[in-house]
């Protein structure tokens, strides 16, 4: 298989592609022959992404439903929606205020379910297509300490992938998630200088993993890649766990 060509003629459209796990995967896709639309909030994080091949960066905050609508509307029919905006949130349920929750909920959950009812009725017309959710290990997998709105919302991202695969399996949609464990994304670097001690709590993360190593974007970006093609045409409804051995 000539990984090149192996997207070739898809049309992605994906979110958080500014930076981290989502830039490796925008960059990945469009390697290997898919259009993609790739959407941030961060219009200065992507003033380089159209000069790379095959990426057409747009700005996009998921949490603005018109903004959602339009992009949909503007766009018709896509191959692939890959759904990967989302925040960290620390703390246990002691320290999470309602506003903590319903943020973590409002971005790492229900902004895929509205950019998927918004970009759904085309993919159905168009005859399917692949949708991947970004989930995470924390919440489906595992509970890690200090991470209850995270592992909540990242949770129901795995509920809402399974039932959005069997609702629309006999419709040529089929619907994953992704459930990185601990991946070398900026964010991972702000979260590490937030504990005052950058050091020790990069040893601690490194510590958990059996592999000695924290994972690489590329390394999830091969894997969307892989479900974004049509070599996963028979998976859909599931977790797709990449975390170097973590809860294994
Ligand atoms: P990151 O946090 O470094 O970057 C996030 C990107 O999302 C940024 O480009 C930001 O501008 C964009 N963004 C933020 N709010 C947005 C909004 N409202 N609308 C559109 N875009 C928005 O990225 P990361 O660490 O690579 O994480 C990407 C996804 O992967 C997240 O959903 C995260 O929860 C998930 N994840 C990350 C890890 C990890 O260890 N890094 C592990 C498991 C899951």
Redesign the pocket.
């Known amino acids: 298989m000539n990984l090149q060509h192996r997207l070739s003629g898809k049309r992605v459209v994906m979110?958080?592609a500014?930076?981290?796990?989502?830039r490796a995967c925008a960059e990945r896709m469009a390697a290997e022959g898919a259009t993609v639309i790739a959407?941030?909030?961060?219009p200065d994080?992507m003033a380089d992404l159209n000069a790379v091949g095959g990426i057409e960066a747009r700005v996009?905050?998921?949490?603005d439903g018109a903004a959602v609508t339009a992009l949909a509307q503007d766009l018709g029919a896509v191959d692939v929606l890959f759904n990967?905006?989302?925040?960290?949130h620390s703390g246990d349920i002691l320290n999470t205020s309602e506003d903590e929750w319903d943020f973590a909920f409002e971005?790492?959950a229900k902004?895929q379910f509205r950019m998927i009812k918004a970009f759904l009725p085309a993919m159905l017309a168009g005859g399917g297509g692949s949708i991947i959710n970004?989930s995470?290990v924390a919440g489906p997998i595992t509970g890690p300490a200090s991470r209850l709105a995270y592992s909540a919302s990242k949770a129901a991202v795995a509920g809402m992938t399974r039932a959005i695969a069997t609702d629309y399996v006999t419709q040529g949609i089929r619907c994953n998630s992704i459930c990185?464990?601990?991946?070398n994304?900026?964010?991972?670097h702000q979260r590490l200088r937030e504990t005052g001690d950058y050091d020790s709590a990069l040893i601690e993360f490194i510590g958990r993993q059996p592999m000695a190593r924290i994972g690489e974007?590329e390394e999830v970006a091969a894997l969307v890649a892989y479900l974004a093609s049509d070599e996963s045409n028979f998976t859909t409804g599931q977790e797709h766990i990449i975390d170097g051995g973590w809860t294994a």
């Open positions: 979110t958080a500014g930076q981290g796990i989502g959407t941030d909030i961060n994080l996009l905050n998921v949490l990967c905006a989302g925040i960290v971005l790492n902004a970004m995470s990185p464990g601990t991946i994304s900026p964010s991972l974007p």
